[in-house]
């Protein structure tokens, strides 16, 4: 087992290598290396680096408002496409009741909307119970399954969405994880502003086209009295103060592929957007049949703008103008196109951690590491002597490989991974002294030298993996169902277990290899 073969000693120069170059670029000046070196570098988590932190909830009691609501519409919809006469439909609580005028009509209207209502479920079933009820009465909700389902799919979609709105501000390496059932964890190393963050992550971003009501007189919403299919929202621009539109949405915003920030003829900042070939369809079909008429786009119930359609848009793309600076116009470009939030979000707790305090923590980083390496390499070399010696070179290499792995990996090095980082070097050196130990074993066994190194490896080498494969086990245990911080720790600790049992063997293999092949010592240097 000591034998110096080439793929050993090309393994061993292999890993220096590859630890020198993918750790140089994490402590010298950019620009230093040569272009053809890697400049991956490690990223610092929150507590590092300093940044924003924001523990957020979906709101799942909006969501199921606005689902209800949707279905509301829905069954207003197909009753009239199939002139069905109804009343009384009206939500209470979870349940939505219609009243269907004529008897002879209810089963034609129970088949109808149980047919036709809702999606499939992954199990069977739709996610839409429809039931006869007396009176001549419908009664439609949603299963709990579905509504279960859907609130998952909202975090879901919710992590992936504020992703991409924090990509879009540049901010390098996010951590984004899921706490609970309905919480979303964000950190974001390097921005300071968490006020910009909520602004920009925060914001449902909802974008619908709706048409303008114009046969609904001022008296009439004075009143209070406006059609069951129309709804009244506010008006960005202030005159008129407010619109009644249509509940139905003729084109929403997740039917756009493009949105960007740009000039309308005037100069005024505006945005360009461009929809896919379904919502180029319905907005040519809208257009062309309502010239003459104002729709309005709306942006989180909210009146953006309120143009008069003067021709048939047939292109699949158009300008929104409004009250725009250069900046808001590319944020909402960039909310946009990073796709509307499912459910409203809210922040439960929120706080900054400062760079200066990031720099404290990593200069405290640094000095653990480098305490602990010095018990280590003093420990392991009084010992040990000669082949302790050995051992903090494999130690050396060892850290440099954890480092270099890290940075071709994109990894977040966090406090708690540092840790992980200082606990990798003391299982690395217990590979060793189980090694050692057993070379001792085999001595007094009366073995000659070069027979007892060789034992000692082989015999210690299944107690070696035996204890790293359940330190492994707990690290991917630990990365996948941790999150922040504890994974941070985890990835650490499975790397470096990962090239300590590498190192602890192979490079003190080749090294004791190496000694006694120059050497040819008559007893071992540890007993």
């Known amino acids: 087992m000591l034998a ?79 002139q069905i006469e ?35 479920l992954l199990g069977g079933g739709r996610d839409v119970s429809v039931q006869t009820a007396p009176d001549q009465r419908i009664q439609v909700r949603f299963v709990s399954q579905a509504a279960n389902a859907a609130a998952s799919d909202a975090v879901t979609r919710s992590i992936e969405i504020i992703r991409k709105r924090i990509d879009a501000l540049g901010t390098k390496e996010p951590i984004i994880t899921q706490q609970g059932a309905t919480r979303i964890v964000v950190e974001a190393p390097g921005e300071s502003d968490p006020e910009k963050l909520k602004a920009v992550i925060g914001k449902t971003a909802k974008l619908t086209f709706q048409m303008v009501d114009n046969d609904v007189s001022p008296e009439d919403v004075t009143a209070g009295r406006i059609p069951p299919d129309d709804e009244l929202l506010a008006n960005d621009e202030g005159n008129p103060p407010a619109y009644i539109v249509k509940r139905r949405s003729v084109v929403t915003g997740e039917m756009l592929t493009a949105a960007s920030a740009g000039h309308d003829q005037n100069n005024a900042p505006d945005i360009n957007f461009a929809f896919n070939g379904q919502g180029a369809r319905r907005f040519a079909q809208v257009t062309s049949e309502n010239i003459g008429k104002p729709f309005a786009i709306v942006l989180d119930k909210r009146v953006i703008s309120a143009p008069t359609i003067q021709s048939a848009i047939t292109a699949g793309s158009g300008q929104i103008t409004g009250r725009f600076t250069e900046e808001s116009a590319h944020d909402l470009a960039l909310l946009l196109k990073s796709g509307a939030l499912p459910a409203p979000l809210n922040v439960v707790e929120q706080h900054t951690v400062g760079a200066e305090l ?81 070379m001792r074993d085999e001595v007094r066994g009366g073995r000659p030298p070069m027979s007892a190194a060789d034992a000692g490896f082989k015999r210690a080498l299944t107690t070696i993996i035996d204890a790293n494969v359940t330190t492994l086990v707990a690290a991917i245990i630990m990365f996948q169902f941790g999150s922040g911080p504890v994974k941070g720790f985890a990835w650490t600790l499975f790397i470096g277990v990962i090239t300590s049992v590498f190192t602890a063997v192979l490079i003190t293999q080749v090294l004791i290899g190496w000694w006694f092949r120059t050497f040819r010592p008559k007893a071992l240097p540890i007993t």
């Open 358 to 438: 990031g720099a404290d923590a990593v200069k405290a980083g640094q000095i653990s590491i480098l305490i602990g390496a010095a018990l280590i390499f003093a420990f392991i070399v009084l010992a040990y002597g000669l082949f302790g010696g050995f051992a903090a070179i494999a130690l050396v290499v060892n850290g440099l490989m954890i480092v270099g792995a890290m940075s071709v990996t994109q990894a977040t090095l966090t406090l708690p991974g540092i840790a992980g980082l200082v606990l990798t070097l003391a299982v690395a050196v217990d590979a060793n002294v189980l090694i050692y130990e057993r």
């Open 86 to 120: 109804f009343t009384a439909l009206a939500l209470v609580g979870d349940t939505i009741g219609v009243r269907i005028t004529d008897p002879a009509q209810v089963q034609a209207a129970y088949t109808l909307l149980n047919n036709s209502l809702g999606e499939r």
């Open 4 to 82: 110096l073969t080439r793929w050993k000693i090309f393994l061993v120069a292999a890993s220096l290598l590859f630890g020198l170059i993918f750790t140089l670029p994490n402590v010298l000046p950019a620009g230093v290396l040569p272009a053809w070196a890697p400049s991956q570098r490690l990223n610092l988590g929150l507590d590092l680096q300093g940044g924003s932190y924001l523990l957020l909830e979906v709101d799942t009691a909006a969501l199921k408002k606005e689902r209800l609501t949707n279905l509301t519409e829905d069954i207003r919809t197909k009753l009239r496409a199939e």
